[in-house]
């Protein structure tokens, strides 16, 4: 009986080595990949979400607050801004504004003395017609109260 032609062409072995090789350099890459993600949560700072109210308490900590400002000009290192409880807060800057600011903004910083912030970032939206006043001010009030009275509400775990 002849062999058929699949019987007769031997099969090509591959080396375990190649194999492994491979595995490890997914590995690899998939071991850069979480520690990236890792490194970039760690550089996150813990912030509390906070109304006029509350912002009193937080003096000396890093906070986030929504203002509603009328208008902060182009350049201008400090402006001020109403929240969402009706507290006039003013906004001090290390950098110039970059742009013009009108409606509601969220302001990332530092709660200072006396109804202010010390102003890291600020995040704009825009302000198309009546979606400034559609911001629903009284559910933000809602939101830094239940903030205020739970311990830890966005506990992770340890931290690496």
């Known amino acids: 009986m002849s062999k058929t032609r699949a019987e007769q062409t031997p099969l090509r072995q591959f080396p375990l080595q ?9 590995k690899a890459f998939r071991d850069r990949y979480i520690q990236k993600i890792a490194e970039k949560m760690l550089h996150f700072e813990r912030r509390s979400i906070v109304n006029g109210a509350f912002l ?25 801004g109403k929240t969402t409880d009706g507290v006039n807060v003013q906004v001090m800057l290390s950098e110039p504004l970059n742009g013009t600011c009108t409606g509601w903004i969220e302001v990332i910083g530092v709660a200072g003395p006396n109804d202010t912030v010390r102003g890291k970032q600020i995040i704009t939206y825009f302000n198309v017609g009546d979606k400034t006043e559609s911001f629903d001010a009284d559910g933000h009030n809602m939101l830094c109260t239940l903030l205020s009275v739970c311990k830890e509400p966005f506990y992770m775990g340890p931290q690496m």
């Open 18 to 26: 190649e194999d492994t090789r491979l595995v490890s350099s997914r």
């Open 56 to 80: 009193k308490r937080q003096v000396g900590q890093p906070i986030s607050i929504h203002l509603k400002v009328d208008r902060a000009e182009d350049g201008c290192k400090s402006f001020s």
